[in-house]
């Protein structure tokens, strides 16, 4: 009887099955089975979340009062785009976009003298619009810091961010020292994770193409910038840390 037990019991072990299991055992192997199921439970919503939700750290999610209070921050954040673009080109051209022609034809020159094209000037309006809405719902679904149009003065060598005041910023531009402020970096909107108001959690830009078949896109800095090459969102996230999204009428919150 002893040999038939033990021939059993190596007969299964050739076939793969387990066939004698100690209760310890099988505690620990239903307990990792049930950990990598929790696992893949949590990432499968991870990998289809929005590039918004995915690029808000863990710790400000846990702030957020509702689970879906990171979806509707996206769905407002996207339709204050919508509502900044259809109340800039109603201004001008009531139910419809303005043409390719129309966008790039020059309706003014900027101090400077410089010529100041419509998709210029829309873009300027639209972003009040779109930057006054923004804050409202920010105030309503962000748990933590936010700035709007903060500007920063950022030394890539020596990877040091200071800020600049808006009087500053007001003063300097009134004295024509626009020099100045070459350099400087101003995002519509950083959100922060805490108190330190020189790191984001998240660096967001409205982008108002004109026309709106164009691609909405990052800005590419010049050769006498000194970040030449480097495009808006990629001086972002190098200066403040965290992600730097675009927030346009047709893609909605996209990444770089």
């Not at 979806?71 to 201004?91: F, I, P, S």
Request: proline share 7%.
């Amino acid at each position: 009887m002893f040999c038939v037990l033990l021939t059993a019991c190596a007969g299964g072990s050739r076939h793969g099955t387990l066939r004698f299991v100690d209760t310890e055992t099988a505690g620990k192997a239903r307990h990792a089975a049930y950990v990598a199921e929790q696992a893949s439970a949590r990432a499968a919503p991870q990998a289809m979340a929005s590039p918004l939700v995915r690029a808000i750290p863990p710790a400000v999610l846990a702030l957020m009062q509702q689970e879906h209070d990171a979806d509707e921050l996206e769905q407002q954040l996207a339709a204050c785009a919508v509502q900044a673009e259809q109340l800039g080109n109603a201004r001008y051209f009531k139910d419809r976009p303005p043409t390719r022609q129309e966008c790039a034809e020059v309706v003014e020159q900027d101090r400077c003298g410089k010529p100041v094209t419509r998709a210029m000037k829309l873009g300027q309006q639209k972003h009040v619009l779109a930057l006054q809405c923004a804050e409202a719902v920010l105030k309503e679904l962000w748990p933590a810091p936010f700035s709007i149009e903060q500007r920063y003065r950022y030394y890539p060598n020596a990877r040091f961010l200071e800020t600049i005041s808006r009087a500053k910023e007001a003063q300097l531009i009134a004295d024509g020292c626009t020099d100045e402020l070459r350099g400087t970096i101003k995002p519509d909107i950083v959100l922060h994770e805490d108190r330190n108001l020189l790191r984001a959690a998240l660096s967001l830009d409205f982008k108002f193409p004109c026309p709106n078949t164009n691609r909405p896109q990052w800005a590419r800095y010049g050769s006498s910038s000194p970040y030449a090459d480097d495009l808006q969102g990629t001086v972002y996230e190098k200066a403040l840390g965290g992600k730097a999204l675009l927030i346009s009428p047709t893609k909605g919150i996209a990444p770089p």
